[in-house]
């Protein structure tokens, strides 16, 4: 549909939308237009990625100043399914100003949304009465969308290499080093100088020789369609998307890409400050931005990282033999700064005299402040073997903290502010704290200088000079960042490995440069709530703030409190009662009745691997696992990534056949982050326990004092707030359409307290009754029984499109607030709002507040 939001001309590819589609809208238009920032939470399965891009780049279209969309994801599949939407929404308004009438997909069947699943055999079966939209080259005269619109997504070499012998390494920074051993500029000017005498990348000579200076040509370019036109063309895809992202219009990839300093330069120092920036799935934004400025070394990475010194300090020494003018240069580019040799983009953007090649510049810059920016190196460390002298004492005197810790007596964690760090190490090395600001800057510098490819040999020295730099930098005014020494920081029962942590503690530090730089960052998830703590957390005022619920034919998701078991003990996870065998078995027996009466999927949250593995073993030792699997087949999450996809792949062919499956996951891990049980592959979600951080963290410990001193968020609201994000997060897995169903059944007696429930999304408690709080077990069997039976009930169509506004109904609507408006002033009487209209002298509901459901 096409129609008008408050002049904005929108153009949506579905016929009809949903009324907490169009709220979200007219929600980021009136950011948009404020120039402002804004925090949006959105029922999950509802079409929100669908709604951002379509509003955006309508925007976008209609005022062209406004710069680049950056979309930022967590995932390959996430980025992937951002794709697709936008070549459906590009296609559709290309259709629109082509002058056609484009027959839309059927919303109600397609559920005009990105999240759907793409095996869901509704969406592969909807009839399409126009070919679909492809990927790559558009082969429209005016372009993608009807603008020459070029989208591009950017990801890491692993995911982007077309180069046979590279592809052959599975870990990311092996296909790097490879691909670095083939393009770094010293390999292709020795090949040049002796033909043949070192393997080069025919890729990259093909994008150097021919591609660099080219423009892609207008379309929407997923991974898959990139490494194609690479191929096509014989140019390397991964250099050729860098460079093609300065004339791109719509740009996806990583967060990582905007958050973290050491990788935020390759793509973001080009970006207009008029840029629209969109972190999707933001809930664990500010541990993102924790992630990105923290750094942690054990006592293996500072054995490793000596070691790499000791192979720099023999290939100095050899170049000074062999090429002592190599060193000379560098030695003189650091006298005139990081910015004008080229370690750093300058403030304005030119007037650097030393132009790095993209292929050698691995190592970006740590964060710096501005008064070190355009510098000289200090001199101590300008020479490389000072350099690397500097860096043993260092590296030495980490060594020396981490004994004295492992070897203490009490076996007590020290706890440190980054000044109170730094005077211990002036005060045993007399290093200035200057030449640490430099150290992960002047790294880079001798690494290039010595023709380094194979680059992961230098990791753990590289997160030694990360360190520094990060702890120099941040060690004045307020501590926002701890160090943490540990003698033991190992989650392997009985193994000993001490770590020393920087900890960042402000998660505002990552994100300020965006909120400060670019006029609009949105922050959007189904699971913002609380939605007031984020300002605080991320310190930034939006424009818009909003929590929106979710209109519904049918009561399609019943959440569920058990805090009984049928024996009506009460059931928690809590400290002191997680071992009480009454609880381990009330637990087990109220999993085995779920699936004696649940058919198809079933996924189990547990709050730790260590309570799942504790469980299991109970479970196990009872027969409680024995009586499941004569009901459904059996999986279970672990730590390892690949066991973990491959029990997912198995537990959605056992729902494919028939028998139904359980997957035991864990809160925090993989399952509970971006993969999706909709439909039969999750009819219900049980979430045992309230998953808290681990709240004898040391790290946790410093940040929750540095967010009560300075920001006012109390230690219980910080802990409650973040465990019931991960709660709903959960739980949020199981509902992904308005025609999917589920079950939400928190199992502790914890979530009737006003404080835990009360900090669900909106889109949950409209549907979270008195009635269903404070059960037990057996009453929650039933309810759970008489759901089903009303969700296997044949869906009345009549009643599926009350939930669909269509472009009539839209325009009508606006107009009759319109007319209201105009007479507010006079009449002082009730001027309707979104969820109203006036006709003939009658109220007509538009929706209703639980259901969103238009009623006359």
């Not at 219900?684 to 929750?704: C, D, E, M, N, W």
């Amino acid at each position: 549909m096409r129609f008008d939001l408050d002049g904005l001309d929108v153009f949506f590819p579905f016929p009809r939308l949903y009324r907490e589609q169009y709220l979200y809208m007219k929600s980021l238009k009136q950011a948009l237009d404020s120039n402002g920032h804004c925090l949006l939470e959105m029922p999950t399965g509802t079409g929100k990625t669908a709604c951002l891009l379509s509003l955006i780049t309508s925007y976008q279209y209609a005022n062209p100043e406004r710069g680049k969309l950056i979309y930022c994801t967590r995932t390959v599949p996430e980025m992937d399914s951002v794709m697709e939407e936008l070549v459906t929404v590009l296609d559709f308004r290309e259709r629109c100003l082509n002058g056609s009438n484009p027959e839309e997909p059927n919303a109600s069947e397609s559920e005009n949304s990105s999240e759907n699943s793409s095996s869901n055999p509704k969406r592969q079966k909807t009839s399409q009465p126009t070919p679909p939209a492809t990927m790559g080259e558009s082969t429209s005269p005016k372009g993608a969308g009807g603008n020459n619109v070029l989208g591009l997504c950017l990801s890491s070499r692993r995911n982007m290499c077309i180069h046979e012998e590279v592809m052959e390494e599975s870990d990311r920074e092996l296909v790097d080093n490879a691909c670095r051993k083939k393009t770094a500029s010293w390999v292709r000017t020795a090949n040049e100088k002796n033909p043949g005498s070192v393997k080069t990348c025919s890729y990259y000579e093909g994008y150097s020789n021919e591609g660099i200076d080219s423009t892609m040509p207008s379309g929407v370019y997923d991974l898959e369609s990139l490494r194609t036109w690479g191929k096509s063309k014989n140019w390397c895809p991964y250099y050729l998307t860098r460079r093609a992202i300065n004339h791109a219009n719509i740009l996806v990839f990583n967060y990582q890409y905007m958050l973290d300093p050491k990788v935020a330069k390759m793509v973001s120092k080009e970006l207009e400050q008029e840029s629209i920036i969109v972190f999707d799935e933001a809930h664990n934004l500010d541990n993102i931005c924790i992630e990105a400025l923290s750094v942690e070394i054990n006592e293996l990475g500072l054995e490793k990282a000596g070691r790499s010194l000791n192979t720099l300090q023999r290939q100095v020494a050899t170049m000074k033999a062999e090429d002592a003018e190599k060193l000379r240069r560098e030695y003189n580019s650091l006298v005139n700064g990081l910015v004008e040799q080229g370690l750093l983009p300058g403030a304005g953007g030119g007037g650097g005299t030393q132009t790095v090649d993209p292929t050698d510049a691995s190592l970006g810059s740590a964060v710096l402040s501005s008064d070190v920016i355009n510098e000289a190196v200090p001199g101590n460390i300008r020479r490389a073997e000072h350099f690397v002298a500097f860096m043993k004492k260092l590296v030495e005197h980490l060594k020396a903290r981490l004994n004295v810790v492992k070897s203490s007596t009490n076996g007590g964690v020290v706890s440190e502010s980054p000044m109170r760090f730094l005077h211990h190490l002036k005060v045993e090395t007399h290093l200035e704290a200057k030449p640490l600001k430099f150290c992960y800057s002047r790294l880079s510098s001798l690494l290039r200088a010595l023709e380094v490819s194979n680059l992961d040999e230098y990791n753990y020295l590289s997160d030694v000079a990360d360190f520094a730099t990060l702890l120099a930098t941040y060690s004045e005014g307020i501590a926002r960042f701890a160090v943490i020494m540990e003698p033991n920081g190992s989650s392997i029962p009985g193994a000993i490995e001490p770590r020393l942590q920087l900890a960042c503690l402000d998660s505002s530090l990552a994100i300020a440069p965006l909120f400060k730089r670019f006029s609009s960052v949105i922050i959007t998830s189904g699971t913002l709530s609380p939605i007031d703590l984020y300002p605080k957390l991320l310190d930034f005022e939006p424009r818009v703030s909003e929590s929106f619920s979710m209109s519904t034919f049918r009561p399609c998701i019943r959440p569920l409190i058990v805090s009984r078991g049928s024996d009506q003990t009460q059931i928690s996870t809590r400290f002191q009662d997680r071992d009480d065998p009454n609880v381990t078995r009330n637990y087990g027996q109220l999993m085995v009745d779920l699936c004696s009466s649940i058919p198809d999927g079933i996924v189990a949250f547990f709050t730790s691997y260590s309570y799942l593995e504790t469980i299991v073993v109970a479970w196990e030792l009872a027969g409680v696992l024995k009586q499941i699997s004569e009901k459904k087949l059996i999986f279970i999450e672990t730590k390892d990534v690949m066991e973990t996809s491959l029990a997912l792949t198995n537990y959605r062919k056992a729902c494919d056949s028939g028998k139904g499956a359980v997957f035991l996951s864990v809160a925090r891990g993989k399952v509970s982050e971006g993969i999706n049980f909709d439909r039969h592959y999750g009819r219900a979600v049980i979430l045992f326990g309230v998953p808290f951080q681990y709240t004898k963290s040391h790290v946790l410990i410093a940040r929750l004092e540095f967010l009560q001193t300075h920001y006012n968020i109390k230690e219980a609201d910080f802990l409650n707030f973040d465990a019931l994000r991960q709660a709903s997060q959960c739980v949020g897995r199981v509902i992904r359409s308005k025609t999917d169903y589920g079950l939400m059944i928190f199992a502790d007696a914890r979530y009737n307290r006003r404080d835990k429930r009360n900090k669900l999304p909106k889109w949950i408690k409209q549907f979270l009754l008195d009635g269903f709080m404070n059960l037990s077990s057996d009453v929650a069997v039933s309810f759970t029984k008489q759901f089903l039976r009303e969700m296997s009930q044949p869906i009345d169509q009549n009643k599926l499109q009350k939930v669909f506004f269509s472009a009539e109904e839209l325009q009508a609507m606006e107009a009759k607030l319109a007319e209201a408006r105009k007479g507010e002033a006079a009449s002082g009487g009730h001027v309707p709002g979104i969820n109203e209209a006036t006709e003939g002298g009658q109220t007509i509901e538009m929706d209703v507040d639980d259901t969103g459901v238009k009623t006359t």
